[in-house]
């Protein structure tokens, strides 16, 4: 069974078992989470939102919280000898997908 949640404004398709990476989230690792935004189930039968399923959920575990890689950000102007250099680390959440309800 797998099911499509929204959380931080994107989409995911999960399963149970699955560990999945999102935008941060203020908790702490351990904590149990419980998705209500469950827009399709799927598996045997496949149930769809308009926009989302009724009384389905999805309740994942915070596994990790962390920092992605450093992503450089170079911006010059031509011809004027200007120029930066930023990096930035985006902070996520890992999560572990523990139950898919309908």
Same mark, same amino acid.
């Given at each position: ?11 995911? @398709? !999960? $399963?149970?078992?699955?560990?999945? #990476? ?11 989470i419980e998705f209500g935004e469950v827009l399709m189930i ?18 994942? @575990? !915070? $596994?990790?919280?962390?920092?992605? #890689? ?18 930035h680390r985006q902070y996520h959440t890992v999560l572990k997908?523990?139950?898919i309800s309908a």
């Open positions: 069974m797998y099911a499509v949640i929204k959380t931080g404004g994107k989409q995911y @398709k !999960v $399963a149970e078992g699955d560990f999945l #990476k999102v935008e941060k989230l203020d908790n702490i690792v351990g904590d149990t799927g598996g045997d039968a496949v149930k769809v939102g308009a926009p989302l399923v009724a009384g389905a959920s999805v309740t994942a @575990k !915070v $596994a990790v919280q962390g920092r992605d #890689k450093k992503i450089l950000v170079f911006k010059s102007k031509r011809r004027k000898n200007s120029r930066k250099l930023i990096g997908i523990e139950k």
